[in-house]
T-cell receptor, first 115, second 110 residues
Framework: GAGVSQTPSNKVTEKGKYVELRCDPISGHTALYWYRQSLGQGPEFLIYFQGTGAADDSGLPNDRFFAVRPEGSVSTLKIQRTERGDSAVYLC?????????????FGAGSRLTVL | KQEVTQIPAALSVPEGENLVLNCSFTDSAIYNLQWFRQDPGKGLTSLLLIQSSQREQTSGRLNASLDKSSGRSTLYIAASQPGDSATYLCAVGTGTALIFGKGTTLSVSS
């Protein structure tokens, strides 16, 4: 597509529930990134995919968070047993390749609220 | 661990002023540095990308400089306009990820 698409744009859930957030990157972009942004903070790196594989998942806060990109295009961020502290905007970005030289294009984000 | 700091956290100026936003980082081993703009409730828009071998980049009224050895970058905005009001984020590229500062929220009054 023309840009990075994220769905849903807003998600409200209850503590303890399971949530999936979807990212559809720019067509042909091999690198895909997930970030989390809390109010008043800069985006915090979660995970980076090069193709189908997670090249760097060092930012995932704990084992409740998991992400997949099975066909090297669409990615899903999965959060189990959600906690109120998980409330944030989850941003996805893509770039033509993962080398540091390229500009990342960000989606509008998925706002997650855990009650 | 790379840490990125932005000063000031917030800035209010009258229309027409020239202004400078500051960014500092702790590890000079970076691939690049990017400046982004974020409008309330929106995603990030890339403004300027400076490669590690470059000293500055310019786009319209924006000029970004990079001094790797001192771990600093500045974003200069000339002749500010109310439409420039937004949060400006600095991010350094580590090779696999961008590490962001907390941003400077700019308000330009008419």
């Amino acid at each position: 597509g023309a840009g990075v698409s994220q769905t849903p744009s807003n998600k409200v859930t209850e503590k303890g529930k399971y949530v999936e957030l979807r990212c559809d990157p720019i067509s042909g972009h091999t690198a895909l990134y997930w970030y989390r942004q809390s109010l008043g903070q800069g985006p915090e790196f979660l995970i980076y995919f090069q193709g189908t594989g997670a090249a760097d998942d060092s930012g995932l806060p704990n084992d409740r968070f998991f992400a997949v990109r099975p066909e090297g295009s669409v990615s899903t961020l999965k959060i189990q047993r959600t906690e109120r502290g998980d409330s944030a905007v989850y941003l996805c970005a893509s770039s033509p390749d993962g080398f540091g030289a390229n500009v990342l294009t960000f989606g509008a984000g998925s706002r997650l609220t855990v009650l | 661990k790379q840490e990125v700091t932005q000063i000031p956290a917030a800035l209010s100026v009258p229309e027409g002023e020239n202004l400078v936003l500051n960014c500092s980082f702790t590890d000079s081993a970076i691939y690049n540095l990017q400046w982004f703009r974020q409008d309330p409730g929106k995603g990030l828009t890339s403004l300027l990308l400076i490669q590690s071998s470059q000293r500055e980049q310019t786009s319209g009224r924006l000029n970004a400089s990079l001094d790797k050895s001192s771990g600093r970058s500045t974003l200069y905005i000339a002749a500010s306009q109310p439409g420039d009001s937004a949060t400006y984020l600095c991010a350094v590229g580590t090779g696999t990820a961008l590490i962001f500062g907390k941003g400077t929220t700019l308000s330009v009054s008419s």
